[in-house]
């Protein structure tokens, strides 16, 4: 099977850097996403990793290490409606499908 | 990107009755798409995978005479909650996967059993 961990919740400031961080555990890889939810709104994709290294759109970056087991994503410039949940996700081979990760609540604070 | 749809966005039925939910696809085929469900603040679920023109895919302990699907074209597939009562209100989510890596989310559907 697959599994997910992230930090449940991280807080910043305005205008700071975050990381979130995902370990995973997965039989059969092929990539990591990362996806952000607003409350009462529906995920929407933020980046993927398929290969080992950093991926950059913007002011969030995403890394990928296959032999750890890890990725991360990083907000830059962070402003307050960045505050949302943010989840990694691994392709299920079997159920081909997407397993998330438990999430991590971002707040922004002025 | 491409665009799914989901509706209602919002409904409240009272317990015993059945509600139906559509999800479409609207500027792609989608032969695959996927049903979530996840309560407050929790993570999405896999309930089922919707395959069109056969019988879906459950996840181990998601009844499926509860929860019917149907994916009767390209564009739709629609989840009916059967019978629903107070423990089956949540966010209940559809995707579809496009030819690459990502997964286009419908707006979700917030069900709300009296």
């Known amino acids: 099977g697959q599994s997910l961990e992230q930090p449940s919740e991280v807080t910043a400031v305005e205008g700071a850097i975050v990381q979130i961080n995902c370990t995973y555990q997965?039989?059969?890889?092929?990539?990591l996403s990362w996806y952000q939810q607003h409350d009462g709104g529906a995920p929407t994709f933020l980046s993927y990793?398929?290969?080992?290294g950093l991926e950059e759109t913007g002011r969030f970056s995403s890394f990928l290490s296959r032999s750890d087991s890890y990725g991360y994503l990083l907000l830059q410039e962070l402003q307050m409606k960045d505050s949302a949940s943010y989840f990694c996700?691994?392709?299920?081979?079997?159920?081909?499908?997407?397993?998330f990760g438990s999430g991590t609540r971002l707040q922004v604070q002025p | 990107g491409a665009v799914v749809s989901q509706h209602p966005s919002r409904v409240i039925c009272k317990s015993g009755t059945s509600v139906k939910i559509e999800c479409r696809s609207l500027?792609?085929?989608?032969?695959?798409m996927f049903w979530y469900r996840q309560f407050p603040k929790q993570s999405l679920m896999l309930m089922a995978t919707?395959?069109?023109?056969?019988?879906?895919?459950?996840e181990q302990g998601v009844e499926k005479d509860k929860f019917l699907i149907n994916h009767a074209s390209l564009t739709l597939s629609t989840l009916t909650v059967t019978s629903a009562h107070p423990e089956d209100s949540s966010f209940y989510i559809c995707?579809?996967?496009?030819?690459?890596?990502?997964?286009?989310f419908g707006p979700g559907t917030r069900l709300t059993v009296t």
């Open positions: 996700a691994v392709w299920d081979t079997g159920r081909r499908a997407l397993t």
């Open positions: 919707s395959n069109e023109g056969s019988k879906a895919t459950y």
């Open positions: 990793n398929g290969l080992d």
């Open positions: 995707s579809a996967p496009d030819t690459g890596s990502e997964q286009y």
């Open positions: 500027d792609f085929q989608a032969t695959t």
């Open positions: 997965t039989s059969g890889f092929y990539g």
